[in-house]
């Protein structure tokens, strides 16, 4: 077992990496929470995964199971007041523990529930994607999402722990391990050029869930991030890097009403969008840029999706970096170097957005 310490000015963690973390689970939790233990996971994760989770805690000790179900589309406030109701009838208080067991989608409605359930509860993450183990269970980040855009409610609220589970990806479907692996790239994009040629040269056995190179991928990633978030928690600034293709991915999933793709794969396509806008500015050499795309591509493919320049354009416009009219973008200048632009015009973004488009559709 790997242990990566996160250091905030707010929070100091642990990220437990390896197999067989399940175990490990009561002992820890115990020794930060007094009160009742409760888990959000779905209904799949649970199929899968439950009777191995309860087993590892005693009789005295099993957790009250809270269910969300599955998809983006249920990652709105509807489902925390419901869940919040639930936690209150269940005789929920403020010495208990809330488990988020589950993909991005369970952490990132979990965090937001115990942060303001009783205006702040412990909780602990243990995900079950590769997407959430290497990204979002990570840094503090909580939120649901509106109609209109991704996460545009949600507060900071860091978990006491992460147990990031290897043995859990074995039972991932391809797609949703691909797309965790595309957030993976793009750390080593913006700030990791060690796991970008690792994931450049490695892809056959990371694709066939070799332990020990899933393991180095994921220890990357999450110190990469850790980093970063140690300078910058509330992303005033450096830790906007990691958002890194997302401008357009979540424009993508905004614009397809979160149906088309999985978050991973509308980052992809994000960070193809941006690339091309670095291209077009000479930030990136072209060299570095091909690269990129063949990395990308090395663990596509990426599925295609349908929309409008129109609902892409707007829903860009809502971006939570943008700030007091400002459109902020991350490029890359090469690989393992991000900048934040705010200088972007709306023909390189009109360019940008009309390339991933034709791409998309099989026109390029």
């Known amino acids: 077992m790997r242990t990566i310490p996160v250091k905030t000015a707010s929070a100091d963690y642990p990220v437990f990496v390896g197999r067989n973390l399940f175990a490990q689970i009561p002992r ?5 929470s007094p009160g009742k233990i ?10 899968l995964w439950g009777k191995k989770f309860l087993a590892a805690f005693p009789k005295s000790q099993q957790p009250t199971v809270l269910f969300l179900p599955a998809g983006e589309r249920h990652k709105r406030l509807t489902q925390i007041e419901r869940l ?6 269940a005789g929920a208080d403020r010495s208990s523990l809330l488990i988020a067991f589950g993909g991005g989608i369970i952490g990132d409605l979990g965090g937001f529930l115990a942060a303001i359930y009783m205006r702040g509860i412990d909780y602990v993450q243990v995900p079950t994607t590769l997407l959430a183990q290497v990204d979002s269970s990570v840094g503090g980040k909580t939120g649901v999402n509106l109609a209109v855009g991704k996460n545009l409610i949600g507060s900071f609220h860091h978990p006491r722990a992460v147990f990031a589970d290897i043995d859990v990806l074995q039972t991932l479907p391809d797609r949703e391990l691909r797309a965790g692996l595309f957030e993976s790239i793009k750390a080593g994009i913006i700030r990791d050029p060690a796991l970008f040629r690792f994931m450049e040269h490695n892809a056959g056995a990371i694709l066939a869930r070799d332990p020990a190179a899933l393991e180095r991928v994921i220890v990357a990633s999450i ?3 850790a980093k970063v978030v140690a300078i910058d928690e509330r992303e005033s600034g450096l830790r906007m890097i990691l958002n890194y293709g997302h401008t357009l991915g979540h424009a993508i999933e905004a614009a397809t009403e979160f ?13 193809l969008a941006a690339l091309q806008i670095a291209l077009a500015r000479k930030t990136v050499a072209p060299d570095q840029a091909e690269r990129v795309e ?3 591509l090395a663990y596509g493919p990426l599925p295609p999706f349908r929309a409008t320049r129109s609902k892409l354009l707007a829903a860009a416009g809502r971006d939570k970096k943008n700030r ?3 459109r902020r973008f991350i490029l890359p200048k090469g690989i393992g170097n991000a900048i934040v ?3 972007v015009t709306d023909a390189e973004l009109n360019s940008a957005i009309d390339w991933t488009l034709a791409r998309a559709a099989g026109r390029k």
Request: no cysteine.
């Open 28 to 32: 820890r939790v115990s020794n930060w």
């Open 294 to 296: 063949q990395t990308i």
């Open 324 to 326: 007091a009219g400002t």
């Open 223 to 225: 110190r990469m991030k």
């Open 84 to 89: 919040a109701s639930e936690l209150a009838n």
């Open 341 to 343: 632009v705010e200088d």
């Open 38 to 47: 409760y888990v959000l996971t779905s209904p799949e994760i649970w199929g």
């Open 259 to 271: 149906r088309a793709l999985l978050h991973g794969e509308a980052i992809a396509w994000g960070i």
